[in-house]
């Protein structure tokens, strides 16, 4: 767990360091650093709408094919 939180401050630190020198002159960072900006936004939208209509994730079914020589699951 510790390492978890290590790793995410890393990259935060990092991931500010670079909005620094975009600031300060790099302009050419501004377009990559705000993809994972937008992402965020993106997910976090998908998942306050999810939760103000009230809609509950679904379970993954997942069905094997039956095996070529017919010792497998049947499908009915």
Wanted: net charge positive; proline share 11%; aromatic share 6%.
């Amino acid at each position: 767990m510790i390492w978890t939180r290590a790793t995410i401050l890393v990259a935060l630190v990092a991931y500010l360091g670079l909005w620094v020198l975009a600031a300060a002159g790099a302009s050419s960072l501004v377009g990559p650093l705000l993809v994972p900006l937008v992402l965020a936004v993106l997910v976090g939208g998908g998942v306050a709408l999810n939760r103000f209509l009230g809609t509950s994730p679904r379970s993954p079914r997942f069905e094997e094919p039956p095996r070529p020589d017919g010792d497998g699951p049947e499908r009915g």
